[in-house]
Structure formats: C-alpha cells, structure tokens
C-alpha cells in the first residue's frame, strides 16, 4: 500500500470521511482550548461528570424527536447547565464540595438517561448517543459543530484575561472586580457547549476525551498558557487524523480510535514531554547563579 | 480632616457570630495605621468587610466618594494557584485591572510600569520567571509590586511579613513607607510590635472590641494590652445575641 492509499485517499474517496476529519477538526478548536482552562481549574473530572449530565437532556430529545440533531443537542445544553449551576449552587450554599455534589448528579442523570432512552429506542440508537458517529455529520451537525466552535473561540478571546485571573488568583480578581462568577459561569457554559458539539461525533462519553488528553498532553510541553493551548489543538488535530485514518484501514469505531490516538499522545508525552517522566534527569552541570 | 472611611458602629463576622464588634471610627486620607491583636481578634475580618467582600452584620462603613473601588487589597492567606503557568509579569500586570479592565492590551507604557514596579521591590530581570520558581519572600515582593500598579489611594496589607526574612521585610517597608510618602492611606495588620512602634504613627489595638484607636504609643500601653488578651475569650456557639443597640 502506498502513502497515498494509506493516508489521502479515504479523504478524496469518501465524503463522509471528509466531512468526519472537517467536523473533528473544528470541535478540536474550540474544545483543546477549553480543556487547556479545565485542567488548569483542576475541574478535569468535573468535565467528564458533566458530559454524563448531558444524556437525559438528550435522551428527552430523543423521545420527543426520535435521532434529530436539534432537540437532542438542545436538550443536551439544558441538562447540562442544570447540573452544572445545581452542583455550584449546592457547593456554595452547603458542606458539599463541588466535586462531590458532581458526582451526586453525574451518577442520577447516567442512570436518568439510560433509562430515557431504554423507553423507546433499541440498544443501537442508545450505543449511538454514547458514542456518537462521527462517520455520520450531516450538515446540520457540521454546522451546529462549527457555530459552537465560532462562539466559542469569541468567548475566549474576550475573556481570556478574566479566566487567568479567575483561576491564578480569585481572590485578587474579587477585591477588584464583580466579574469572577460569571466568568466561571460563562466558562461552565462553554464546557457544556462544546460537549455538545462533541456528542454527535464522539458520544456523551468520548466527548470528553477530546477536551481533556490533548490539554493533558501539552502539559509536559510547556509552561507557557498560550502555547499550550496551540499545542493542544496540534495533538486534537492528529489525533482526529490518525484515528480516521486507523478507524477506516482497520475498521474499527471512529470515535474510541481517535480518543486512543489522543490517548497514545498523552501517554508519549507523560513519558518523553519536556516536563515528563524523563525530564528530571540529573543534570551534570549548574549554571553560577 | 479628611476621613476616607467611617466605621459607625461596626459589627461583622460569620454565621451571625461579630468577629468585629461595635466599632468606631475614622481612617483619614494619607494615615498609616497599624491594626494590632491576638489571632482571631478580628483584624482580617475587618480588611475584608473594608475591601466589600463581607457584608456588615450591622452598622456601616461609610466610604468617601472619591474613594469609589480605589483599594487595593493584599490578603494574609492568598489564592494565588503557583502551578498556574503565569510568568512574574502576569501575575503583576493583574495589578493594571481596575484600570483597564478585562478587555485590555498591555501597551507598552503599561509593560514601562510593569518593569518599574517589578525594580521598584528589586524584583529586577524576573519578569519571565514561572511563578511556581518563587521563593515565598519573592513571591511576597512580587505581590507587593502588583499593589504598586494598583496605584490606590487606600492601601490594605494583611500580615504582608509573614515568615519573611529580615531583609525583604526592610525592603518592603521602604515601599510602604513610600505610599505613605505619596499621600496614600495604609492600613497593616500587624503582629511585630517592634515594627508598629517604630514606624506607625496610629494603631487600632482590636480584640474584636476596639480596645483602643490613636496615637501609637498610647494604645500600645500595657493595661490595654492585658485587656485585649482577657475580652479575646473562646468561641461560644450557643452566645446570647447582643442586646446592645446604641452606637458608643
């Protein structure tokens, strides 16, 4: 086989192929970026609780609707939100700390919509919400992906500055400035947003790979917020890329072989990144000072 | 006189308990005022209720109105994330907030200020040092220069010399002292009474009761001293509510 079967032609062949890499390649904009900000809060594991949130809005979608792109995603950011201001809001106002409070409602709403879709759907459209078909966009999810990429970029761009703040010292930020909840606020929406936009290619239980193992990775690169949010999106990017392309070769799914390739950058990273497991090797010389 | 703050019969705290009780009083523009007392007296909680972020139990602060949201404020315990990755720049240039916003681009005029502020607490070269490479006396300095950029004309330091050495404790004293110079308001809650001696003219001694406020050596006089250890007495979760209403 030569480079060109094995890694341009599927793309020129086939057009769901196409339209998988395009679409993967815009959810990993805006969803590296986001993940950068979700590791950095220590609020990993909080994404990965609030992608779970997201299927009984969706599995309510899909009673009303049957597999329509709209209400399920619609009732997908519903859900979320509503679990992502309950558990802030019970954090706030009881003992519970936030990550307690998320697995509370993470493990309600699995349950909730597994149960929602169990009333109608066969086990196939129930293995399709949990992870996705990303050999399936249409253009109604390439361009549900894409504007949430758009809104999702702008927001970063102005406040940027808030979410440094916010999570490198939130108690400066709140002696000069009211802005700090709803920063987080907007945050939170983001994260719910853009697992959205990943449910339909990766399932509400890979979404969140995309977000988070790119952003793990780029942490053993570097120690600069910017380039680390480049690099991210970079591996996002490979990632969708080899997966395809190992998905389609070897026919396996889609969405766990691109979450493994993700995988597979994290776990060279950790061993071989800048500040990996390799990086605290003895140094034989010291500088004077 | 020329107050920027009046306390008028203060009482803040938690869960309905003052941690600041019955206070009274007035910081003027340009003073240096040192807060004195036993740990739990009070005197974090007081900086807090100034700063806006804890709202009064009762009675009121009254701020000036040229005063509007011109504080800056240096907490004991700060938040700060060290293995956030911020450069000693980054962390200063939060100091430019209140100015410019969240929306802002650091000019350069704004990076000028940056770098003369970082020389100013002999913070000089370490703009693109890591954060997480902080010793805690620099991160202190540091911290000091983003006040600095604050550039408030009231000034609020909880504990700024805490496990601090000697050294940086002089050098940021020349800071402070410099505030002072330029006509900023100072309050420093303080444990080293050496230190309030020397350089404060004003000190309020708080035991959450405000044991005495004035001229430093007066407050400090040892009867007052005795008394504010003996009202400091233990929690006491089932107190009585405070039936005192007058404001003396």
């Known amino acids: ?289 | 006189m020329n107050p920027l703050l009046t306390f008028q019969d203060l009482i803040l705290g938690y869960d309905g308990h003052p941690a600041v009780h019955h206070l009274d009083g007035v910081v003027e523009a340009g003073s240096l005022t040192a807060i004195v007392g036993p740990n739990g007296s009070g005197k974090s909680t007081l900086l807090q209720g100034i700063v806006g972020m804890l709202r009064p139990l009762g009675g009121r602060i009254l701020r000036a109105e040229t005063l509007e949201g011109d504080i800056a404020y240096l907490p004991q315990l700060t938040e700060i994330d060290r293995s956030f990755p911020a450069s000693v720049f980054d962390l200063v240039a939060l100091g430019l907030w209140k100015r410019r916003g969240m929306l802002w681009h650091i000019s350069p005029a704004d990076r000028e200020e940056i770098d003369l502020a970082l020389a100013a607490v002999g913070l000089d070269g370490f703009q693109r040092r890591g954060i997480d490479t902080l010793s805690g006396g620099q991160l202190q300095r540091a911290l000091f220069a983003r006040v600095l950029l604050q550039d408030a004309r009231l000034i609020l330091l909880d504990e700024p010399f805490n496990a601090i050495d000697t050294k940086t404790v002089r050098d940021l004293f020349g800071v402070i002292r410099r505030w002072h110079g330029e006509g900023r308001a100072i309050l420093v809650v303080l444990h080293d009474l050496d230190l309030v001696r020397e350089f404060f003219p004003t000190t309020l001694l708080l035991a959450r009761r405000p044991i005495a406020w004035g001229e430093t050596r007066e407050v400090l006089k040892a009867e007052n001293m005795m008394k504010a250890r003996q009202l400091n007495q233990g929690w006491d979760e089932h107190a009585p509510w405070c039936e005192r209403s007058d404001a003396a």
């Open chain 1, 1 to 289: 086989m030569n480079p060109f079967d094995l890694l341009i032609a599927p793309f020129v062949d086939f057009e769901f192929m196409r339209r998988a890499l395009g679409g993967t390649a815009l959810l990993t904009l805006s969803a590296c970026p986001v993940g950068i900000f979700l590791m950095l809060r220590r609020m990993s594991l909080s994404g990965d609780a609030m992608a779970h949130a997201i299927l009984p809005g969706t599995a309510v979608g899909f009673l009303v609707s049957g597999l329509s792109l709209l209400p399920m995603s619609l009732g997908g950011i519903v859900a979320g939100m509503a679990v992502a201001l309950a558990s802030g809001a019970v954090s706030r106002s009881t003992i519970q700390k936030e990550d307690a409070s998320l697995a509370a409602f993470y493990l309600i709403s699995l349950a909730l919509g597994v149960l929602l879709i169990s009333l109608k759907g066969s086990s196939i459209d129930l293995m399709h919400v949990l992870f996705g078909s990303v050999l399936a966009l249409n253009n109604e999810a390439l361009l549900l992906i894409g504007g949430i990429a758009f809104v999702t970029i702008a927001a970063l761009s102005v406040m940027w500055r808030g979410l440094v703040a916010e999570c490198l010292d939130p108690l400066f930020l709140r002696s000069v400035s009211r802005a700090g909840p709803y920063v987080h606020l907007a945050f939170l929406m983001l994260v719910v947003l853009n697992l959205v936009g990943g449910f339909q290619a990766l399932g509400t239980l890979l979404a969140v790979g995309l977000m988070v193992l790119p952003a793990a990775a780029a942490r053993f690169w570097t120690r600069r917020l910017e380039t680390m949010c480049a690099l991210a999106v970079g591996f996002g990017l490979i990632s969708n890329l080899i997966g395809l392309l190992v998905s389609y070769h070897l026919s396996v799914a889609s969405g766990p072989a691109i979450v493994l390739t993700a995988g597979a950058l994290y776990g060279l990273s950790l061993v071989f990144g800048r500040h990996g497991l390799f990086a605290r090797r003895p140094t034989w010389r010291h500088r004077a000072a």
